[in-house]
């Protein structure tokens, strides 16, 4: 059983991001929420720790309070 | 720079004698276009000793900050040129960027965190005055023979060289030149009379870009936000400038009035949002539309391409400007090395390869900026969105928050470059420029590393015994006996042990380093750094 990890583990973030964008690119929002889906299974899997996805559940539940004006 | 700006600066269109000759007269090298690329190719090559016509189809230099973000490599090559100090003197220095997301502050950057360079990590200048002081350097120099309202309306390709037709207030003429150089922007003329096409993306947001001069005490710091309560929704950055003047960008989504958006009754309540009640003046405002592209080749046998005419980039990041002016510098020492005869025309080709290289560089920052800031879609919106929630929490967030990575010079990955035989730590870096560092010269003077060489190929040797002479066509200095690294920044940054040696290109940039003197392997080194 881990601690969720929340600093960067990747040397190159942006190229993180850029690879989860191309993932998405083209699709609509409904095609990209249900890949998301898939992701997350796929991910949780990998990480195999039921602690640390509870921690991480925690965390993106509390960090989807702030209401950003950003967004369509 | 004939788009119908106002002019800041006036310049006189002059007859040439050329005007008057039976049959073209050849000229070396010709540039067209004298903004900071074409100006700054068009000094380093005469200042190489090779004569240059520069062509501009203007007769002024027009309002407009444009361009205002210089980096520090960019500074050092004006500087080399001779007008770097003034700019750094009459320009803002910064360093430090801010990214908020609504009033709070998520992320800061600290572009140049070690002391010892000689120039800023960056300053910020209106164009205008980079090109004039620019101007006013070439006049200074014989062999730029700058002529303003000569606009080049037709080009024969020849296997040695071109002729161009060219249109002033007298009447067409013609000129041949053995290379051309096309340094005329982004809706470059000589790429339109070649027929050559751009690869890349153009992103569909627009951006309201708006120069306002106002008496305000906010910080020298790139500040950036995303969802500001003052223009909801999108995002902002603001730079500050001299003269009071700041920098304001407005994202404006990509469905908005270009036209409509341009008036002053749009604008001014838009800034007021984000100004309050503080007065100001607009002196410049622009919309544009982002492109990431470049041409597929930047060497087109005797016509060779620089800055905005090869490649264009969206302007967080400040990579346009600087990798012209990069460009320019590239190019500059190898023309004028295969010119006299010092190398073969293969040479180029690494021009080619280098600046192909940092365009593609320029381009992937650029785009994953712009990506960020201007999601295509809903579902990249949302991921974006999702990453910004989160960076008020997470470390790993913040990090992927992209307002712009800030321009850095390129490591080459480069044939020029002998691979390292020895491993060096220090944060010099094989086909990078060389770090600059403070030094005292042997009349006792403090100066810095980089502004001691000047322009040839340089080989740097840190005193161990004897003296040793380096092979023909290349300057040496030895640490210790020439300049004196007196704060031990030069050793600490090149990692340089007692006799280690370095082989730095005209652009100062490192392309061979050995922990011994070896004049065999330094004159293969030089040999190969000049395709030879």
């Known amino acids: 059983m881990g601690d969720l990890v929340t600093t960067s583990n990747f040397p190159n973030p942006d190229a993180v991001y850029v690879t989860l964008i191309d993932a998405r690119r083209g699709m609509s929002e409904a095609d990209a929420a249900a890949l998301d889906a898939r992701l997350v299974l796929i991910l949780a899997n990998h990480i195999g720790d039921l602690e640390v996805l509870r921690q991480a559940i925690g965390l993106a539940r509390k960090t989807g309070q702030t209401n950003w004006a950003l967004g369509e | 720079m004939a788009d119908g700006r106002k002019a800041i600066y006036h310049y006189g269109y002059r007859r040439s004698p050329d005007q008057d000759a039976r049959k073209p007269v050849r000229h070396p090298v010709i540039v067209v276009g004298a903004g900071p690329v074409g100006l700054t190719a068009a000094i380093d090559l005469a200042l190489r000793g090779v ?15 444009r361009g205002i973000c210089y980096s520090k490599r960019t500074l050092e090559i004006l500087d080399r040129l001779g007008v770097g100090s003034d700019l750094v003197r009459q320009g803002v220095t910064w360093k430090l960027g ?41 006049r200074e120099i014989d062999a730029v023979d700058l002529r ?18 060219i249109n002033t207030p007298d009447g067409p ?114 919309i544009y539309r982002f492109n990431c592209r470049r041409l597929a080749r930047f060497v087109h046998g005797r016509v060779i391409f620089a800055g905005d005419s090869a490649h264009q980039v969206s302007p967080f990041g400040a990579r346009g400007a600087n990798s012209g002016v990069q460009d320019a510098e590239n190019l500059a020492w190898k023309l004028a090395a295969v010119l006299s005869g010092d190398a073969g025309e293969a040479l180029l080709e690494s021009y080619n390869l280098e600046r192909i290289q940092s365009a593609d560089e320029n381009i992937a920052h650029s785009t994953r900026s712009t990506d960020f800031i201007a999601p295509h879609s809903p579902a990249e919106r949302a991921l974006r969105n999702a990453v910004l929630n989160l960076a008020r929490r997470c470390d790993f967030a913040r990090r992927m928050v992209n307002s712009g990575r800030l321009s850095v010079a390129t490591i080459y990955d480069s044939p020029l470059t002998t691979p390292d035989e020895d491993f060096f730590a220090g944060s010099a870096y094989l086909g990078a420029p060389v770090p600059d560092a403070p ?57 340089a042990t007692p006799g280690a040696t370095y082989l730095l290109r005209p652009d100062q940039h490192l392309c061979a380093r050995w922990r011994a003197f070896d004049p065999e392997k330094i004159a293969a080194a030089y040999a190969r750094a000049l395709t030879r």
């Open chain 2, 51 to 65: 004569p240059v016509v520069l062509l501009d189809d203007a007769d002024r230099i027009g309002e407009g900050s």
């Open chain 2, 173 to 286: 003429y013609r000129l041949d030149a053995a290379w051309l150089i096309a340094a005329d922007g982004a809706r470059s003329t000589v790429r339109g009379l070649l027929g050559l096409g751009f690869e890349g993306v153009t992103f569909e947001d627009k951006f309201l870009i708006a120069d306002v001069k106002m008496a305000a005490d906010f910080p020298t710091e790139r500040r950036f936000w995303f969802d500001p309560p003052f223009h909801s929704g999108q995002s902002a950055l603001m730079h500050r400038q001299p003269d009071n003047v700041w920098r304001i960008d407005l994202q404006l989504g990509p469905d908005v009035d270009v036209d409509v958006e341009q008036k002053p009754d749009r604008v001014v309540p838009r800034l007021k949002k984000m100004l309050g009640e503080r007065p100001f003046e607009l002196e410049w405002v622009s």
């Open chain 2, 98 to 138: 801010k990214v908020y997301l609504g009033d709070d502050l998520v992320y800061s950057f600290d572009l140049l965190p070690e002391d010892g360079h000689k120039m800023p990590a960056f300053i910020n200048l209106q164009q205008y005055y980079l090109e004039k002081a620019l101007v006013e350097r070439a």
């Open chain 2, 439 to 495: 030094v005292r010269t042997r009349s006792g003077r403090d100066g810095f590393l980089v502004e001691q060489l000047t322009g040839t190929f340089e080989l740097m040797h840190m005193m161990n015994r004897a003296r040793s002479n380096p092979p023909p066509g290349i300057k040496m200095t030895v640490i210790g006996e020439d300049l004196h690294d007196y704060a031990g920044l030069v050793a600490k940054r090149l990692d």
């Open chain 2, 148 to 165: 303003w309202n000569n606009r080049v309306s037709g080009l024969d390709r020849r296997s040695d060289g071109v002729t161009l037709t």
